[in-house]
């Protein structure tokens, strides 16, 4: 079983910038893939970045040029480093890993982007 967990949410104001931070830890051994989705009030659950095992990397075209998501490996983490932040990227965040067909998801976090 895999176990992740988020960090970093919080309220900012519009421009500003944010960290989230997803630390996996269980069975973790192995090839996975990390990335971070995240579900407005009202919408479907969509991707927003994604990294693989070598570490190459694709986004949501809404995010592109604003974000960027990274691991370190010997962690197990995953970071998503947002700026520019848009009232349009409200929403709970949530951290995913992709170990052959098995999908594991953390439990959310809440970014608020509002002045």
């Known amino acids: 079983q895999v176990h992740l967990v988020e960090s970093g949410g919080g309220l900012v104001q519009p421009g500003r910038s944010l960290r989230l931070s997803c630390t996996a830890s269980g069975s973790i051994d192995g090839i996975y893939a990390m990335g971070w989705y995240r579900q407005a009030p009202g919408k479907q659950r969509e991707m927003v970045a994604r990294i693989s095992s070598i570490d190459s990397t694709n986004y949501a075209d809404s995010v592109k040029g604003r974000f960027t998501i990274s691991r370190d490996t010997p962690k197990d983490t995953v970071y998503l480093e947002m700026t520019s932040l848009k009232p349009e990227d409200t929403a709970v965040y949530y951290c995913?890993?992709?170990?052959?067909?098995?999908?594991?998801w953390g439990q959310g976090t809440q970014v608020t982007v509002s002045s």
């Open positions: 995913n890993l992709v170990r052959g067909a098995t999908a594991y």
